[in-house]
């Protein structure tokens, strides 16, 4: 019985080791890996490009003159999209006041057109970039520039290009010949052939008027007027030795001779515009004006109000004679303007390249064709092509073109007479920003409250004045 006991418990653990034995399932795991594409959308927001910003001032003010300014500068922007040109039409008789507001206010402009009056002042302020003003010129080609213009606007402190020659014009009495033959007188040029036409022409033909004189004090055409007078009588603002002389008997005697004119002028305060338009409708014998006048005198010079004066007279032109040349009775002279372009302290040097731009090529003669008898170029390579820019040229003589054309070589301004120091054309340039020769002229002719004597003492006084200040800075 145990032996069958034994057997049995032998039997049953053979069968739980058999049954433990047996494989165990194995779980597998399967890991299935999944891309899962997340489009995410960005948005791209364009950094605006900073662009460099030159301001240029122009004394070419008048609407169909801006549009071609700003033409020739949308020409340079498309070509330089990181520059932004800024064209601001001035009135050349505040430039000084509109700098000095500029200047307070740490925001000249980069380039301004101006008289050359201007420049002498402006690089005695230290306004002007000299260094800019010389690189480009000799980028444009100083070879190309006429030697009188460059002459011009150096400053003589230093040796260097102030500003940049750009046109100019050439000042002359414009006068009825047929009038003059008709009553015999002599072509306007030494005093006493102007003072004689000054009694005898009103109230021959239609005149009213020998000439319109420059009378009013805001305006500097009275001075551009009286300055040819004063040198052709060898009265300067300063003698050798850099004394003033505002108040010499040469000097006396041109604001006498100027003022008496006014005898036989238009009353009331008298400037340009009032100058050409009495002169093109008939009523005055003598118009002292620049080469500007030409085209007018055709076409009928734009009124204030708008519309255009109409010529009186038939071929006008041909029936007006030309005087750029004034003998006085101690020397002769004659005047013109030469216009710049400065380049202001401080601007960006791309001021440099648009200067050229403008005086290069066919963006030059666009610039003259806007009044090529008032822009004289300054180029040599400009000038055979400035002739062929108007028709106007063939209601002139061959002999007054070719005085225009070379006006530049025998202009006379007070600014450029040898010999005169940097301070010494600052103050010219501070007699005519201030005015100072249309409120002595005014007071004598218009107001009566001086005589040229205590005129030329008042003014004495002024210019000792500016030049104390001048040199005390």
Known sequence: MKRLLLIFTLLMTVFVVAACSQPT????????????VVEKVVEVTSVPVKKTVVEFWTTDNEEARVDVYEAIAAKYMAAHPDVEIRIVPIEEAGISQR??????????PDIVRMGVERVASFAADGILDEDAASATIKAIGADDFRAGPLQMVVDPSTSQYAAIPFDGWIQAIWYRADIFDQAGLNSPISWDDINAACDALPGTDNLLYAITLGTDPGQNYPHQMFEQVAISNNAWPFDTD??????????????KFYTGLQRCAPPGPQYWRGAREA?????????VYS????????????LEGGGKVTIDVPDLPKKTGFAPLMKGPNGEASYGQLVTLGIMEGADPVAQDVVKFYMTGQNYVDVLALAPFGKVPVLKSAVDGWKDLSPYFANYSADTLDQIANGFDTMQRWLFRPG????????????????????AISNIALEGTMTPET?????????EQLLTDRQSQ
Do not use: F, H
């Open 25 to 36: 399932p194995q779980v597998v795991e399967k890991v299935v890996e999944k891309t899962v």
């Open 99 to 108: 700098i000095a507001t500029a200047r307070a206010a740490n925001r000249l």
């Open 242 to 255: 850099g004394n003033v002389t505002m108040n010499t008997p040469e000097m006396i005697a041109a604001l």
């Open 279 to 287: 002169y093109e409708l008939d009523q005055a014998g003598m118009l």
């Open 291 to 302: 080469t500007y006048i030409m085209d007018d005198l055709v076409d009928g010079s734009g």
């Open 420 to 439: 005169y120091d940097a301070t010494q054309r600052a103050v010219i340039g501070d007699i005519e920003g201030r005015l100072l020769i249309p409120q």
């Open 455 to 463: 005129a030329a003492q008042w003014l004495q006084q002024q210019v």
